[in-house]
């Protein structure tokens, strides 16, 4: 991905998409929140596709329910009174 210049931009294209995706889910408005939002989606990106490829590797190591709970956890803490 990173040797071919055509699919690296297609490969950011698609995850700047996704950050969008995150961060319109996440709501929010003005460009401190925007920013905010924005890192919070970069996060989730990075923590997919991380865990993905770790549980991959290692099936019976990583436990994904538990860290995605965590997350969970995270973003309740951010964005408090979400629903259950």
Do not use: C, H, N
């Not at 998409?17 to 408005?29: H, P, Q, T, V």
């Not at 990583?62 to 259950?84: D, H, K, N, Y």
């Amino acid at each position: 991905m990173l040797l071919d210049e055509e699919l690296r931009s297609r490969v950011a294209g698609l995850y700047d998409w996704y950050r969008d995706l995150y961060a319109g889910g996440m709501g929010g408005a003005g460009a401190e929140t925007d920013a905010r939002l924005r890192g919070l989606a970069s996060l989730m990106v990075a923590m997919t596709d991380g865990l993905a490829v770790q549980k991959l590797l290692d099936p019976d190591g990583v436990e994904l329910e538990s860290l995605f709970g965590l997350w969970e956890e995270i973003l309740r803490r951010e964005f408090p009174g979400t629903a259950e």
